[in-house]
């Protein structure tokens, strides 16, 4: 037991713990969060895929109330009769389409006979680096849109919104955030204008179909919690070998020694025994 006790040392005690820590964390975070992701990315491409060949349906088809989310629906072109409500308008920033900075118009739409509906207008480029260029204000009276459904965002985290300019701006097109701010009860999901729309600005383009690579980086996540403790045995083995043959070396060079002492210790010949050594003994 004694030869294993090196394996109970801080150093080594430290080791495990580092990579029995690592090892959890790939395979409870690390490897799901890629995989949630790629996941996520697949949903959405076969999303894009089915909304380009569908005819689109009337919006209160799919959002019946005014607390209605259609998650399983997004991208799904939807048409809707209403009208705008320009006074709650507001601005997300900080946003890129087709990697050049923009704002995104976001404005209320009152549907008839159905819920308010936050309408994603199209996006305007900024003026004089990062300041809100003049937007054409929406149409007044009723009119007929045709928009594609989208989920709303997450609320980006320790960025508030704020108003500039008598316009409010936020970081994330989040429906329940933007009804409390503008005080427009507004349904789940929202909905982001195709071309040729009345009220419609810039396009924002759709997505590019691809999956990413976060299923390959899934998949490296796991085999990295798989090899850390197999590396750990494979340091194990290479010390208990180091340290085999660091003893059978001391063994040796004891050995030797104890040889070359009972060598020198042994009692010195005799004239006759020196002679019988070279001539041979006599008969």
């Given at each position: ?266 009692a010195p010949l005799t004239a006759e025994q020196k002679l019988a050594d070279r001539y041979g003994r006599r008969r």
């Open positions: 037991m004694r030869r294993w006790a090196f394996l109970l040392r801080p150093q080594w005690l430290a080791l495990y713990v580092v990579v029995l820590a690592f090892a959890y964390l790939c395979f409870t975070v690390l490897a799901p969060w890629q995989l949630g992701k790629n996941t996520q990315t697949s949903r959405e491409n076969a999303q894009i895929s089915r909304s380009l060949d569908a005819e689109p349906v009337p919006l209160t088809s799919v959002l019946p109330n005014q607390d209605s989310t259609a998650p399983d629906e997004q991208w799904q072109q939807v048409t809707a009769t209403g009208r705008y409500l320009p006074q709650s308008q507001v601005l997300a920033r900080l946003r890129q389409v087709e990697g050049d900075p923009a704002f995104e118009v976001l404005i209320p739409f009152a549907v008839d006979g159905g819920p308010t509906v936050l309408v994603d207008r199209g996006y305007v480029e900024p003026v004089n680096g990062n300041q809100v260029p003049t937007i054409e204000p929406p149409p007044t009276g009723t009119v007929t849109i045709t928009a594609r459904l989208r989920d709303p965002e997450g609320v980006a985290t320790g960025k508030d919104p704020f108003t500039s300019d008598g316009i409010q701006q936020v970081y994330s097109i989040n429906t329940e955030q933007i009804s409390t701010l503008t005080g427009v009860p507004l349904a789940g999901s929202y909905l982001q204008l195709v071309a040729d729309q009345p009220g419609g600005l810039g396009v924002i383009p759709l997505p590019h179909l691809d999956a990413g690579p976060f299923l390959s980086y899934g998949i490296q996540w796991i085999a990295f919690g798989i090899i850390a403790p197999i590396g750990v045995g494979y340091f194990v083995y290479s010390e208990m070998k180091a340290r085999r043959a660091d003893r059978e070396a001391a063994a040796a060079a004891q050995a030797r020694a104890e040889d070359a002492s009972a060598t020198q210790n042994a």
